[in-house]
């Protein structure tokens, strides 16, 4: 198949420009932009003109809800949906029933996955039996089956001791720890950030140090150890600052920013019209009441001071990839008590859309965010460029992930740029319906995702 005549941006090989590219038995064939002859045809040609072509997303961190919760999500619905966002390669969390804390779940998570997913799945193990915080889970035989990280996700290894054991395992098998950074103790019954509006609404806020004292935790036990520690949805002013003098220092410490915390505030909790930081509210739009249960979110959406911080650090490295979080839910989940409410947003199919806003008011050069969105969060993965691990990192992530070179998985997707459509959660592919985007115009599409060569999406 051949992708022709599209802006092709792989920032692997810091190429933009136009060119074609042949995808063939899976993987990368031929790029025009190396000069080479093109191999003899005949070809299946895709005019990719006005388009352009980047290597499949890369998501660090997303919800596939099974095995146990399906009516929330499954791994066909959720990597169809990854597949609509532009994402080919997604790391699913371990907060599945049972908890994917031991081999038998990672494998059935990883049969499930060859037989009905849309796009690769890496399976991340948890630190804890149950999440529990109270035993290291069965780490080794996780690793033998082929985790790539492993975390608790939402909830924060809260015990020191436990943490620093669970990073020297971690650093024996070449493979990170994934934190959520949250104090428990500061953070009792918090439904969002502290701040004007939750004291308007009435509701328990959660400050911001809440999120810094552990994001301080984790970088201080990675200088002990010397292992990989890598902070989960980054959302404070504060603690980018620590992780960028943690990065100077050369400290094994990366870190993801979430595309709802880079485009929304805590405002959103008001309802229709509020907290779009640099999005266009439609006609149709979301809540129209404040309690607005599809803006709770773990961490919460904080202030455009917060934002400003973390745009900062996106543009100068400090925080090292985007992922998106895709949380869904069922309607129940949401239709309730702010208080009561679940917390997550399902945002496989807007997080392109979203991030694109920030492009077109010049927030971030549009090469930075594919970037962001595939190189940099491979690299964690495989241990290549500035994250380099022992040989022992999982077999299931494969050379060649965000990267279009010759030889590399052929997962490409064509994008939009400039492509307007109106967020309608009932169109979603996934399951999860809660989004708080609802009704807004965004400026930026997925066209067609290939996954192996194979078209999964467009």
């Not at 190429?15 to 038995?25: C, E, K, M, R, T």
């Not at 002013?237 to 990065?247: D, I």
Request: proline fraction near 6%; aromatic fraction near 4%; include cysteine.
């Amino acid at each position: 198949m051949l992708l022709r005549g599209g802006r092709v941006i792989d920032p692997s090989q810091r190429l933009d420009a136009v060119a074609s590219l042949l995808l063939s038995g899976g993987r990368v064939a031929w790029c025009s932009a190396s000069g080479d002859p093109m191999p003899a045809g005949p070809h299946d040609v895709v005019e990719a003109a006005g388009l352009v072509v980047t290597p499949g997303f890369v998501d660090l961190h997303c919800h596939l809800r099974e095995p146990g919760y399906e009516h929330k999500e499954t791994i066909a619905t959720g990597t169809r949906a990854a597949a609509a966002g532009g994402f080919t390669t997604v790391c699913a969390m371990a907060n599945t029933r049972p908890v994917m804390d031991e081999r038998s779940v990672v494998e059935l998570v990883l049969r499930i996955a060859r037989e009905r997913g849309a796009v690769r799945v890496l399976p991340i193990g948890a630190v804890t039996r149950g999440l529990e915080g109270k035993a290291l889970a069965a780490m080794a035989e996780m690793a033998d089956a082929g985790v790539v990280a492993f975390s608790d996700d939402g909830q924060p290894v809260w015990d020191a001791v436990l943490m620093r054991h669970a990073m020297e395992y971690g650093l024996m098998f070449g493979l990170p720890i994934i934190d959520h950074c949250q104090d428990p103790a500061l953070t009792k019954g918090a439904t969002m950030h502290e701040g004007s509006v939750s004291a308007r609404l009435g509701v328990r806020g959660w400050p911001a140090v809440g999120e810094d004292i552990m994001v301080a935790r984790n970088i201080e036990l990675s200088r002990l150890t010397g292992a990989r520690v890598h902070i989960a949805h980054l959302s404070t002013a504060g603690g980018v600052e620590m992780v960028r003098r943690a990065k100077a220092e050369g400290l094994p410490v990366t870190a993801e920013v979430t595309p709802h915390h880079l485009t929304l505030t805590h405002e959103r909790v008001l309802g229709c019209g509020h907290g779009l930081a640099g999005l266009t509210q439609g006609e149709a739009c979301g809540s129209p009441e404040p309690y607005d249960t599809l803006a709770r979110v773990a961490p919460p959406l904080r202030t455009i001071g917060d934002i400003e911080a973390l745009m900062a650090g996106l543009n100068d490295g400090t925080i090292d990839c985007i992922a998106t979080d895709h949380a869904p839910h069922a309607l129940e989940d949401k239709l309730c008590e702010f208080d009561q409410a679940a917390n997550g947003i399902s945002c496989f199919e807007t997080a392109f859309g979203s991030l694109m806003s920030l492009v077109h008011r010049g927030a971030i050069d549009l090469p930075l965010l594919i970037g962001k969105l595939t190189l940099a969060p491979a690299e964690i993965l495989l241990g290549s460029g500035k994250q380099e691990r022992p040989a022992g990192r999982s077999p299931l992530a494969p050379d060649g992930l965000g990267t279009l070179a010759v030889g590399a998985p052929a997962d490409v997707v064509l994008l939009d740029p400039g492509a307007e459509w109106t967020v309608d959660p009932d169109k979603f592919l996934s399951k999860g319906k809660n989004s708080p985007l609802k009704g807004v115009r965004l400026k930026g599409r997925v066209v067609a995702t290939y996954a192996g060569g194979v078209r999964v999406h467009g």
